[in-house]
């Protein structure tokens, strides 16, 4: 029999830890998704004074107290990022790379609230705009397209198109361009905006370029919420929730700043306790 | 000209405190009602666990790093306890004994949730039942009335009463009775029940004891917050909040316990911390 965790809790900031050790204290069995810097606005502050208790902290202090104090309770971070979460029979699929885990609820705490790489990315999506290339690409075969990578885990996918394109444009929002196919056109100049009417038809450059391409990949790019998770209710990029912490998914709680202003460590480590609390109440009853 | 406060805090616990420093931050006159112990429940846990970044605290240790963080701030707490809050002109008058302080805005954060001190008490109230003797006294000259306190504050009532009633008795709820009139008789029972069906018409004792009287009086006990503050909204014994901590009345905040489960230290402090900052903002608008 797999395991079935009773939270998966996506992100290792204050909202996720504070989340993670308090369903850990309710004996429920937990798993954090995070990244290297659990909390990058945090990590930056200069000085944070006013999280009761713990006055002056720089940002990073505070971090670590964060992750220690979790350690310290056995909590686990993965290394991983979810791709996808389909909910099935009640319980919750999240797609890791090649690895799927099952939990009974996740609580979502991915901090800032998600900001598309482009305008109109919304409208576009689906219009020849996408997030997988190497799903996409048989749609593309001998086509002019360009992808947006945000880390060198892009340039797979570049490599990819490169085999089956007529024509493959790169942009790499990051430093080290590491080994691309010699058929992939590096550009550079930033992403600007989408040309097209109904569909997307190229790309207009910071520089002022105007590249005409069918396809168009953002790649590594910020998740937003909804799309992780369909059906999530959001308003103003931020995830809906009530006092309980609650989405209008059942099982699904989220916490801390994507649940929108004031974007302040003492909020997001209050509402992670009501999200994880409230979340190993659910998984109990299961 | 008076001195107007921009928030007045009622609570010195994990939700007042926090309330206190964020507005402090925002340059804001800040002013809490404290009493001599700040969170009774905390002050009493063995081991808290769950506040991130503190791991392993007794209680009262975590409490004590509170004050002094607020202290650091030069948040001014004041042991005086709040007897009612008017509205005025868009102020609030906060009533303090003999003084009468004016503030922009009002966060609650007096913890625990109100508990009466007998059944029904909100049926009877105005029936029979009161909470100021030396108020009400008059209705009952010449009548029998009893009177419940809850410390030896209450006993000048006791000794007002015996001056125009025909019989006073007086149950007191603390240990050591001061100094009383003569003409009051101590009943060495606990009070059980109010007996009445429209109105008072006696006290029914622990030990099984009906003692007839028209006049019944809680003195000193907890005052629950919409007696408090007139028209605010509770459901449930807890102060009705949104999101932003906005209770049904403008400038009118709560946090902590008294906004309802679950009654947890991180919760107190993220939810002080949104009353604090939205306080300030509506207290800079005005």
Do not use: W
């Amino acid at each position: 029999m797999e395991k079935i965790y009773d939270l998966v809790i996506l992100g290792c900031g204050p909202a996720g830890l504070s989340a993670a050790i308090n369903a850990t204290i309710r004996n429920k069995e937990v798993v954090v998704m995070g990244t290297e810097i659990c909390s990058p606005p945090l990590h930056k502050a200069q000085v944070v004074d006013n999280y009761l208790g713990l006055p002056a902290m720089k940002g990073k202090d505070l971090l670590d107290a964060f992750q220690e104090h979790a350690e310290k309770m056995g909590v686990k971070i993965m290394a991983q990022k979810a791709e996808t979460i389909t909910e099935m029979d009640g319980l919750y699929l999240i797609l890791l790379g090649e690895d799927v885990i099952t939990s009974r609820t996740i609580v979502i705490a991915t901090g800032v609230p998600y900001k598309p790489t482009l305008p109109q990315e919304d409208f576009f999506l689906g219009k020849g705009l996408g997030y997988c290339a190497t799903c996409d690409g048989p749609i593309y075969r001998g086509k002019d397209v360009l992808l947006i990578g945000h880390s060198d885990e892009a340039e797979h996918e570049a490599n990819f198109m490169a085999e089956i394109c007529n024509k493959v444009y790169y942009i790499p929002l990051y430093k080290k361009v590491g080994s691309l196919d010699s058929r992939v056109q590096i550009l550079d100049s930033r992403p600007d905006s989408i040309i097209g009417t109904d569909f997307v038809e190229g790309l207009r450059l910071k520089d002022g370029r105007e590249i005409a391409v069918e396809g168009l990949f953002v790649l590594g790019g910020e998740t937003a919420p909804d799309r992780l998770i369909p059906g999530l209710k959001i308003e103003k990029n931020h995830i809906i929730v009530n006092r309980q912490q609650e989405t209008n998914l059942p099982g699904v709680y989220a916490a801390g700043d994507c649940t929108g202003p004031p974007y302040q460590v003492a909020k997001s480590v209050g509402e992670g306790q009501v999200a994880g609390l409230n979340a190993a109440k659910y998984a109990s009853k299961r």
